[in-house]
């Protein structure tokens, strides 16, 4: 009987998308509504972090 290691056996791992369940296959337009949804969130807080510190700068 020919020893073999475990990893040899196992399928190599590959990386996968996660999901969700609402998602299945997101489309492109989709894709790219929430890319841009998640810009103009950074782009808000990065101006309320800027007033901010304008506001408080004698």
């Known amino acids: ?3 073999q290691p475990y990893d040899d056996r196992r399928e190599p791992s590959r990386l996968a998308d996660i999901i969700a369940r609402d ?3 997101p ?3 989709r894709q790219v509504m929430n890319g841009l949804s998640g ?3 950074l ?3 990065g101006v ?3 007033l901010l510190v304008l506001w408080k700068s004698p």
């Open 27 to 29: 489309s492109v337009g």
């Open 23 to 25: 998602e299945a296959h």
């Open 48 to 50: 309320v972090i800027v």
């Open 39 to 41: 810009l103009l969130v």
């Open 43 to 45: 782009m808000v807080t």
């Open 1 to 3: 009987m020919t020893h």
